[in-house]
């Protein structure tokens, strides 16, 4: 087992230049220090009837709370909430979580609010997230949104790898700023990475996300067309054709009055959908919608209601 507390673990490999040119000392707690490293790994195999939280390792700002089944339509489906026990990221933060969920195993993590993302005036922050999904498994990634508040730095990059069998459902919302305060577009660098590859190492897609207001390009047709608030969901999955699917993720945008597209992922590898609007409660009323027809589609039963 690595060293979960060393460096070379929640440190990545690569930063994209938007946000690493803001690199360099704190005059606070430095990187590294107690507090300014979370880890999470948690290893889910299926236990009989169910799937189970079998591994467990946690350290502050980064827990959990204890594993929920309470969705009467998946009994056997532990639901898991994300936490932090600081109020938002601050510079010079490295987190890492990884996540395995063990062959016909399934599981829904959430987070237990918005992810606040500080302002910072030295170095940056940064999320590494790796879900690793074995053959017939079933998980689902949806946190709530991220805030980028002026002045932040952030690189988040979500690494997932499927096996031949399983699904992976993987949202991820992000607003501009404090939009009821009028802050828009302030941070000074957002940037995200999706990468899904096979359990060899194969690419099946990759999905990068430069947000930078200074470069002028964050409201063009490009990046935020104008609006405060985008959300996206990945669905991994061969148990349904993609265009299918696709179908299915268009047809549930097709009311929500937003600007919002759905497509099939490379390689026919499943689909993803894309909103963009100017209020939260819109978009991640859609949101749900979607998954909700992703949930009836893939699994015949309905998504719970928001908590």
Not at 231 to 251: C, F, I, K, W
Request: aromatic residues 8%; glycine residues 14%; charged residues 20%.
């Amino acid at each position: 087992m690595p060293d979960r507390l060393a460096p070379a673990r929640y440190e990545p490999e690569w930063v994209p230049r938007e946000v690493r040119r803001h690199s360099g000392p704190l005059d606070t707690l430095p990187v590294g220090s107690p507090g300014k490293v979370g880890v999470l790994d948690l290893e889910f195999q299926r236990v009989g009837g169910r799937t189970e939280l079998t591994g467990h390792f946690q350290k502050a700002p980064l827990h959990i709370t204890r594993p929920h089944y309470h969705d009467p339509a998946m009994p056997g489906l532990p639901y898991v909430m994300l936490m932090m026990s600081g109020g938002g990221v601050l510079q010079g933060d490295r987190y890492r979580t990884d996540v395995s969920c063990g062959a016909g195993a399934s599981v829904h993590l959430t987070t237990q609010g918005a992810t606040r993302l500080y302002r910072m005036e030295q170095d940056y922050a940064t999320h590494l997230v790796e879900l690793d999904v074995g053959p017939g498994g079933y998980l689902e990634y949806l946190p709530d949104p991220t805030i980028a508040f002026a002045g932040s730095r952030y690189y988040q990059r979500v690494g997932v790898t499927a096996a031949p069998g399983a699904t992976v459902v993987l949202g991820e919302t992000m607003l501009a700023g404090r939009l009821a305060r009028g802050e828009r577009h302030e941070y000074a660098a957002y940037c995200t990475d999706v990468e899904v590859r096979e359990p060899g190492g194969g690419l099946l897609f990759a999905d990068p996300l430069r947000l930078v207001p200074a470069d002028g390009l964050v409201d063009g047709p490009a990046g935020m067309a104008g609006f405060g608030v985008m959300s996206t969901l990945y669905v991994v999955t061969g148990e349904r054709p993609a265009r299918e699917l696709a179908d299915t993720m268009h047809e549930a945008l097709a009311g929500s009055g937003l600007r919002a597209g759905a497509g099939v992922l490379p390689g026919d590898r499943g689909a993803w959908a894309r909103l963009l609007g100017a209020r939260s409660p819109e978009v991640l009323s859609a949101f749900h919608e979607v998954w909700d027809a992703v949930r009836r589609e893939l699994l015949g039963v309905p998504a719970p209601r928001p908590r």
